[in-house]
DNA sequence: TCCTAGCGCTTTTTT
DNA sequence: AGCGCTAGGA
């Protein structure tokens, strides 16, 4: 390799030698007393793991290894004396992967893989190259790392600095078209001019243009960056390209289906080098499509890296027979798959149940009811989850849950370091650590309130802007003007004399002593305490946990470094519980016992997917219910109620088409539920009809139906049907249909008057609520 | 400058 | 239904 010279001077680890004890040398020892770490491995696996020179692709099934297969291929590369671990190149996709590979790496050879530096994240590794050389794409080695929000609120300047309407053209929608342009490796001078158009009747691209200007003028860069600038310092410098072409002697990538074009770009550029590329994917297990993921990259590995060696493994180590072969039934309705048939050893266990329920209510307590009956018979909570295709679905589970004492844990929910008070502290922290961290400093000039509006604070922009320099710097010089009227500049005063002595204080003490002062100084904590909400309690709590988890980093930069990249904290919580999560949320784990409710047309397939994304939206639902089934090892329990509440109101639901895309020998439908309003059949229904000890008829379509017809209900049910025929039979009585002008009663708008009919929707100009659409179920004549 | 009533939106989520 | 944001008034 040629000389270069700093910081493209890539030989110091090049040059490395095995150190005695150390990772690579224990590893070679394992690989000469006949490699263990290739037992157990079927033979597919070890071609996976055996074939480390030239282009390789895995095509692994759910459950078949994959991630095995990924550890196991480093460890033999390490193993044979075929690289150092620093001349490895792993990416995955979450900070959870690569976690989880560490850690599988580090028992495969005896140790934590502390010598693997370039396992990361894309994001991560991303990030480390551009600290490497920040100057070659105009940034400074401390370059900011903004999130979403950040992302979103500089828009917003932006946007209104063009004066354009926000209410139009809004920062979330600029935000969505710039990601998808960064996603495919799009610099402003690239985007299509009809695509750049799109936005503010033509604006857009200027608008891109102008924030990456402002990205730069911060010292910023925003997740899309971190590997868009990349390809432009690969492309602009190759020199530093091709040291990176040599360094990465072996590159492995994790869960290759969702990479997006800027990745695939990353990727084939340093591939280019060696071709020593291994890809690890599953097209069927592709959902994300709609962030930029482009299965096309699975797809046309082999073109890329002519002669490459695909591998497929199609053994299933994880779930039973009824299941697999559920799930393999399901997805090969699919179009344009590579193709695999998953295969399992296992006996064929339990069939997938299917059972429908009157509505989302009952869905929510026949779930329940299962696990408790599974509770019983010794099952473990923590072997069981809840899978749902969007979070609003959790509610309502949620809800069941907690009347029934169930302990739970919603996975992926609002996340740790996005919660206001947490971003409020991160961002005194940002602006100690870096002054010129402009974002940070809005976001907390006034919070707490320090009597700064909006006259104020534009002010001191304005000031900024004109002399180029940081907002707190603008600060101290505004300060000793009188241009700034004596109580906000009191109050700015204040404040930056603070920040100027917590920066001194960050040689001396440690990061989360200093948190806790700053919090207490600048009178954040106190703004929460005399706060008395409901919530503010917990973020308290949460105030301390961030100062609690600060000091296990060595120091304040590797703090904010972490959260901007790990947006996640560690949960160590054991406690045994259900986990309820997204299907998304679920890919890569594995449960015992799968609950999938939810399976109606319009929710899944979700509408919107559908609406938007026509068939490939289908496939790529379809593809998450397989992702859903597959996550079962040995039950696998499907629901679709015949009712759901879709924001606020109530619809009539039919089961999902997935469903007919079963095998039916494969699947037990379970007939009645249990209980239609809690337990037993027919007779205790009506005995409970009676009220004594509490109904439980607590279901909004048993309310329903006690109080009015249900014409567009088939009578689908078996003997609670009945009992709701009878019912029916005895309330109010006409089938509905109303007719404009006609006088109606909402049990909850109360009276008003039809005012237009659109098939079983109604348009009704109520009294004391004013006009609103309702279906026509719900109302009955006044 | 701060507070509040009203309006509009609402899939999935990582980094 | 529920939430977050904005505009407009006190």
Redesign the pocket.
């Known amino acids: 390799m040629p000389q270069l010279a700093n910081p493209l001077d890539l030989n110091d680890e090049l040059s490395y030698t095995p150190q005695k004890g150390g990772l690579a040398a224990r590893a070679q020892s394992v690989a000469r007393s006949n490699a263990a770490y290739l037992d157990g491995l079927n033979p597919e696996q070890r071609r996976a793991v055996e074939v480390i020179d030239g282009p390789v692709l895995v095509l692994a099934g759910a459950g078949t290894g994959k991630t095995r297969v990924l550890t196991t291929r480093i460890a033999h590369i390490i193993a044979t004396g075929s690289a150092y671990p620093s001349q490895i190149l792993a990416v995955t ?5 690569s976690r989880e590979m560490k850690e599988r790496i580090g028992h495969l050879l005896g140790q934590v893989a502390e010598g693997m530096p370039w396992l990361g ?4 590794i991303g990030t480390k190259i551009l600290r490497r050389h920040p100057e070659l794409v105009g940034l400074k080695a401390d370059f900011t790392i903004l ?2 929000d950040d992302q979103i609120r500089l828009m ?1 300047q932006v946007i209104r600095a063009e004066d354009i309407d ?2 139009r053209w ?2 979330r929608a600029l935000a969505s078209f710039i990601d998808g342009w960064k996603n495919r490796g799009l610099t402003p001078d690239k985007v299509p001019a009809g695509e750049a158009s799109a936005f503010a009747n033509g604006k857009g691209g200027k608008l891109y243009t102008l924030y990456q200007e402002r990205l730069k003028q911060l010292n910023a860069a925003d ?2 960056d ?1 590997l868009l600038e990349n390809l432009r310092l690969f492309r602009e410098h190759p020199d530093v390209l091709q040291a990176y072409q040599e360094r990465f002697k072996y590159m492995l990538v994790d869960e290759y289906q969702d990479t997006n074009v800027a990745q695939y770009l990353w990727l084939r550029l340093l591939a280019q080098g060696r071709r020593n590329v291994a890809c690890v994917g599953d097209d069927d297990q592709s ?2 499509g ?2 930029g993921a482009e299965v096309d990259n699975i797809l046309r590995f082999e073109k890329d890296f002519p002669g490459a060696v695909v591998v497929r493994l199609e053994r299933n180590y994880r779930s039973t027979g009824h299941i697999l072969a559920t799930a393999g039934k399901l997805i090969a309705h699919n179009q344009g798959r590579l193709g695999k048939t998953l295969f399992t050893d296992d006996e064929l266990g339990e069939k997938p149940t299917l059972t429908g329920a009157w509505d989302s209510e009952e869905e929510a307590r026949l779930i329940g009811e299962e696990i408790e009956a599974l509770q019983h018979k010794g099952h473990s909570l923590a072997d069981m989850a809840i899978l749902v ?4 679905q959790m509610r309502e589970i949620e809800e069941r849950f907690v009347t029934l004492g169930l302990p739970y844990r919603v996975i ?1 929910g609002p ?1 740790f370091y996005e919660r206001a008070e947490i971003r409020d502290a991160l961002a005194y922290l940002r602006v100690v650590a870096n002054p010129t961290d402009d974002l940070a400093f809005e976001r907390i000039v ?1 919070v707490p ?9 534009e002010q001191v922009h304005l000031y900024a802007r004109k002399a180029q320099i940081p907002i707190l710097e603008a600060v101290r010089r505004l300060i000793e003007t009188d241009e700034l009227k004596p ?2 500049r009191s109050a700015l005063r204040e404040l930056a004399l603070s920040f100027g002595r917590w920066s001194t204080l960050i040689e001396t003490m440690k990061q989360g002593e200093l948190a806790e002062q700053i919090l207490e100084e600048s009178g954040y904590t106190d703004m929460w305490q005399k706060e008395r909400t409901a919530d503010s309690a917990g973020r308290l709590e949460n105030l301390k946990e961030l100062v609690r988890s600060m000091d296990e980093f060595p120091d304040l930069g590797a703090f904010l470094e972490h959260v901007s ?4 904290m560690t949960d160590n919580s054991t406690a045994e519980r259900v986990s309820i ?5 679920a890919k890569g784990l594995e449960f015992d016992t799968v609950f999938l409710p939810g399976w109606e047309e319009g929710l899944f397939p ?1 509408q ?2 559908l609406d ?2 026509g068939r490939a ?1 289908l496939e ?1 639902e379809r593809r ?1 219910a397989y992702v859903g089934l597959t996550r079962a090892r040995r039950r696998a329990k499907l629901y679709f109620a015949s009712n759901r ?1 879709i ?2 109101l109530w619809n009539a639901t039919t089961p999902s088409r997935f469903i007919d895309e079963l095998p039916p020998e494969h699947v037990e439908v379970i007939d009645a539920p249990a209980g239609f309003g809690g337990h037993g059949g027919y007779g205790r229904s009506r005995f409970d009809q009676g009220g004594f000890g509490g109904s439980s008829y607590s279901t909004p379509g048993w309310q329903r139906a006690q109080s009015q017809p249900q014409p567009t209900q088939p009578a689908a049910r078996k003997s609670p049907m009945l009992i709701e025929g009878e019912l029916v039979a005895k309330s109010t009585g006409t089938v509905a249909n109303f007719n404009e002008g006609e006088r109606v009663f909402h049990i ?1 708008f109360g009276y008003g008057a039809v005012a237009s009919v659109d098939g079983n929707k109604l348009t009704i100009d109520f009294e004391k609520a004013g006009r609103k659409m309702v279906l026509e179920t719900f109302v009955e004549r006044g």
């Open positions: 996709f979450t900070n959870k992967a994240t894309f994001h991560a999130d979403t917003r926000e209410k809004p920062a997740f899309g971190l959902i994300y709609w962030r295709r969007i979070s609003a992926g996340r006034n309130k320090r009597g700064l509006g909006d006259a104020t604070i109580k906000p990249l790990v947006m996640e999560m997204t299907l998304h949320g979700n919107r997917a938007e994304s939206g790529e998450l509440r924001h606020g909850k």
